[in-house]
């Protein structure tokens, strides 16, 4: 894969399909906390999760069928790093913000959970050495001041579980790390399809360990939302995000996606009628701001 610093006139078209992907990844991940909400009382969140993981598995399975890649499995040159993509984002990701949720609020874990751009920007620019031009890097910085302006209001006194929220944040990219290179040899259907068939047992196994059932869930109510987890939240939403990482930046992608908040702002309105608060409009500019040096090709200022 070349670097950006290696990316000619002709070339920049990929640039732009990652940007699009992050975005459409953004867009569809926004609908998590609006769908959470909306299912409230339907089922336990880690249950949910386990469904919502085994629905992505039979997802990417039907792709993978359909597309008749299962011969992908053959190159086991992607095996050990989809495995640790697995690890640390499947699971070990999703069951610290699980944790750190107990005992915290989601103002502090929305907030906490945007320190994954700093830890991008440290593992892939710092010690992985790629590049990001000037302009990329200030547009992160709005982003992120944009994002911040949106959540601040919500935040509360540091809390135990903020800890662990930070740590699923500064472990994110080491995953993305892994998830990039295993995109190298496989298609991101294969990743995931492995990814969820492994990752659903595991979160079945500590909903088990807290007490909880394979079946509390009342079907008749929650089949819906956990089609539209299973199916576009952790099945195309990440297909998104694997595309997106593989033609550009960590970095850029995870301050792109910052973009969310709006996103999900949008939705609440719409769907829960909750109207935006005067902080929310105020982050449309740095976000925007951000949304127009990120999508800049200057190499330098």
Do not use: C
Request: aromatic share 14%.
């Amino acid at each position: 894969m070349k670097s950006i610093t290696g990316l000619k006139v002709g070339d920049l078209s990929q640039e732009r399909q990652g940007e699009i992907f992050i975005f459409s990844e953004a867009l569809l991940w926004s609908l998590f906390p609006v769908i959470t909400v909306l299912s409230l009382g339907s089922f336990s969140p880690v249950v949910a999760l386990g469904w919502s993981t085994l629905f992505a598995a039979v997802f990417f399975g039907i792709i993978l069928a359909v597309k008749k890649k299962w011969k992908e499995f053959k190159n086991t040159s992607a095996l050990k790093d989809i495995l640790l993509a697995t690890g640390i984002i499947g699971i070990l990701y999703y069951l610290l913000f699980f944790f750190g949720l107990r005992s915290t609020s989601a103002g502090n874990a929305s907030i906490i959970a945007l320190s994954e751009i700093f830890f991008s920007f440290l593992f892939f620019n710092i010690w992985r050495k790629d590049y990001m031009p000037t302009a990329h890097i200030y547009g992160a910085l709005f982003m992120l001041v944009g994002a911040v302006i949106v959540l601040f209001p919500n935040f509360t006194a540091f809390r135990s579980g903020d800890m662990m929220i930070l740590l699923g944040a500064a472990i994110a990219p080491v995953g993305n790390f892994f998830q990039r290179r295993a995109r190298g040899a496989v298609s991101s259907e294969t990743i995931l399809f492995i990814r969820s068939s492994v990752g659903a047992p595991v979160v079945f196994l500590v909903a088990y360990a807290l007490g909880g059932s394979f079946l509390a869930i009342s079907f008749n109510k929650a089949f819906l939302y956990l089609i539209i987890n299973g199916l576009l939240l952790l099945g195309l939403s990440k297909v998104f995000w694997i595309e997106g990482i593989l033609r550009i930046n960590v970095a850029k992608a995870g301050a792109l996606s910052s973009v969310g908040p709006l996103f999900t702002l949008l939705f609440a309105w719409l769907f829960l009628h909750n109207a935006p608060t005067i902080f929310q409009m105020l982050s449309l500019i740095p976000i925007g701001a951000g949304i127009i040096l990120l999508g800049s090709n200057k190499k330098v200022w």
